[in-house]
C-alpha cells in the first residue's frame, strides 16, 4: 500500500516526527517476526472523525500478544487513547492505522525472553477503494500456515511471509489476488482479505480451524448480513465450492467489502451480485456512521 507521510507517529508513550520513528538494525522483530499487528480505520462522519471498532482491534491485538507470549506495555484503554491523540495530532478526516508492537533491541537469537517490546502506532492517508471492480482470483500453489504450526488467530507479523509469497505469485501471474488452501485442500482465506461465497440466498465462510484469522471486517459482514435477514454459515469450504457459488466476494480492513470476478480462470455469474451490492453498501454507510444500530462500533476521535 502507498504511503502519504503524516507529521507524527505514536512510539512508545510519545508523539515523535514521522522520520525520527526508527528501531536499531539488530531489532528482534526484524529478525524473527516476533511482532504482532492490527489494521485499522478512521472514517469520516456526520459528526467527524472517527475509528471504526477499536476497541475490537485492541482487543484482538492483546490477544494476539498473548498468544506468542510478548509483554505488551500498556492496555487497551491506553492504546485507544493514543490513538486518538496520533488522528488528532496529525489532523486526519480519514486514514488507516496500523498498531504494532514487536520485540526491540536488546539480544539477538531465537529466545524471546530479553528483548523489550516497542509499541507504535501510525496513520496515513487512506483513499476508498474501488468496491465494483470484480477481482480476478488464483488458487496459490503455497498452502495457509497450519494452525498447530503457528495460531492463525494471532495476527503475527511472522505468518505474514506466508501471505507475501501466495500475493507475489498471484499477482506476477498476473491476478488481483491469492486465494491460499489449507492443509487438507479446504478454502482459509486470501492474502489479506476473508472469502465469502454466496449460494441459493446462503452466505458461506471458512471457520478459523481452515487457517483463516478470525476477521474484524468478516464478523462486521455476518452482522450486516444477518440484520439483512440472509442465512449465514461458518463452515468448512472447498475450492469447488466457490466454482460453483453465485457470488464471492472478499472483505477486509484495508479493502472494505469487494466481488470476486473469478477464480482460477472461472468466471463468477454475478460480479458484483446482488447480495454482494446490498452487503457493501450497508457496510459504507455502517462505517460512516449512518446505520443507527452500528454506531456502537464508532470512537469518535473527538476535538484537539
Known amino acids: 500500500m502507498a504511503m502519504t507521510e503524516a507529521g507524527t507517529i505514536w512510539l512508545d508513550g510519545a508523539l515523535v516526527p514521522w522520520h525520527e520513528a526508527q528501531v536499531h538494525v539488530l531489532t528482534h522483530g526484524l529478525h524473527y517476526g516476533t511482532g504482532v499487528l492490527e489494521g485499522t480505520r478512521v472514517f469520516e462522519t456526520a459528526d467527524g472523525p472517527a475509528v471504526f471498532r477499536l476497541a475490537d482491534h485492541l482487543r484482538r491485538l492483546e490477544r494476539s500478544a498473548r498468544m506468542l507470549r510478548l509483554p505488551l506495555p500498556y492496555g487497551v484503554d491506553e492504546l485507544a487513547a493514543a490513538t486518538l491523540e496520533l488522528v488528532r495530532a496529525n489532523g486526519h478526516r480519514s486514514c488507516y492505522l496500523r498498531h504494532f508492537a514487536f520485540l526491540g533491541y536488546g539480544s539477538m537469537g531465537l529466545d524471546m525472553r530479553s528483548s523489550p517490546t516497542v509499541t507504535a502506532i501510525a496513520g496515513w492517508e487512506w483513499a476508498e477503494q474501488p468496491a465494483d471492480r470484480p477481482l480476478r482470483l488464483k488458487t496459490s500453489s503455497w498452502r495457509r500456515n497450519d494452525p498447530n504450526s503457528v495460531p492463525p488467530a494471532a495476527k503475527a507479523t511472522g505468518p505474514y511471509l506466508n501471505s507475501a509469497l501466495a500475493r507475489r505469485e498471484a499477482t506476477d501471474a498476473g491476478y488481483d489476488e491469492a486465494l491460499l488452501l489449507a492443509a487438507d485442500g479446504s478454502v482459509s482465506e486470501c492474502s489479506a482479505e476473508n472469502v465469502f461465497a ?81 452487503l457493501a453498501d450497508l457496510y459504507r454507510a455502517a462505517v460512516h456512521g449512518e446505520v443507527p444500530a452500528f454506531r456502537r462500533w464508532l470512537t469518535p476521535v473527538g476535538g484537539s
Open 198 to 278: 454466496v449460494r441459493d440466498g446462503v452466505l458461506r465462510t471458512p471457520p478459523a480451524s481452515a487457517g483463516a484469522l478470525e476477521g474484524i471486517t468478516q464478523d462486521t459482514v455476518l452482522a450486516l448480513a444477518r440484520k439483512l435477514g440472509v442465512a449465514v454459515r461458518v463452515e468448512s469450504l472447498l475450492r469447488s465450492d466457490l466454482y460453483a457459488a453465485d457470488e464471492v466476494f472478499v472483505c477486509g480492513t484495508a479493502a472494505g467489502v469487494v466481488p470476486v470476478g473469478s477464480l482460477d480462470d472461472r468466471e463468477i455469474p454475478s460480479a458484483p451480485g446482488d447480495l454482494t451490492k446490498r
